[in-house]
T-cell receptor, first 106, second 112 residues
């Protein structure tokens, strides 16, 4: 299966700060998803982004499929952004990375 | 509506019990999935149903038995589980296996 590496593993931010999360994957994929898992375990869809750049409010994502990586940008972070962010490329099934745990402090 | 529902939210069972987890979606999706997630780990795929047929079984022990009665419903039957099977069980659905997946809120299972 596809190997997925996410970095950094942990990220502590002051409210209002910006950050970039990275996802490297080992093979070509059909598409890629970014999720935010809240403290109650719910996986929230952030982006479905096989290539290119998408923006949704304070979040944006870029996938460069030819170079096998994707980036998630969080701008003006808020405490509600805390949680685990997963990248999951899809080659007929999702392969989850280990996640980045984000803590935003007020 | 991008909602996947799961029942129950929490389940505590003994090792000799038989129980079932239920998942439902009304988005017209034709692929449904079961994942298992242990604490501080990513979700791990267990089963994939595509057009109501089991298409992927990730070498899951037979004490977990999936069932897809129709295109909107997915069950996971549990029997003779072990304490190490305690985890969050997530259901997901998508239009097709290569399309965007949407997850339910999960069932937190504790095996005593």
């Amino acid at each position: 299966g596809i190997q997925v590496e996410q970095s950094p593993p942990d990220l502590i931010l002051q409210e209002g700060a910006n950050s970039t999360l990275r996802c490297n994957f080992s093979d070509s994929v059909n598409n890629l998803q970014w999720f935010h898992q809240n403290p109650w375990g719910q996986l929230i869809n952030l982006f479905y982004i096989p290539s290119g750049t998408k923006q949704n409010g304070r979040l944006s994502a870029t996938t460069v499929a030819t170079e096998r990586y994707s980036l998630l940008y969080i701008s003006s972070s808020q405490t509600t952004d805390s949680g685990v962010y997963f990248c999951a490329p899809n080659d007929y099934k999702l392969s989850f990375g280990a996640g980045t745990t984000v803590t935003v402090r007020a | 509506d991008t909602e996947v529902t799961q029942t129950p939210k929490h389940l505590v069972m003994g090792m000799t019990n038989k129980k079932s987890l239920k998942c439902e979606q009304h988005m017209g999706h034709r692929a449904m999935y079961w994942y298992k997630q242990k604490a501080k780990k990513p979700p791990e795929l267990m089963f994939v149903y595509s057009y109501e047929k089991l298409s992927i079984n990730e070498s899951v022990p037979s004490r977990f038995s999936p069932e897809c009665p129709n295109s909107s419903l997915l069950n996971l039957h549990l029997h003779a589980l072990q304490p190490e099977d305690s985890a969050l069980y997530l259901c997901a659905s998508s239009q097709d296996p290569s399309y965007e997946q949407f997850f339910g809120p999960g069932t937190r299972l504790t095996v005593l």
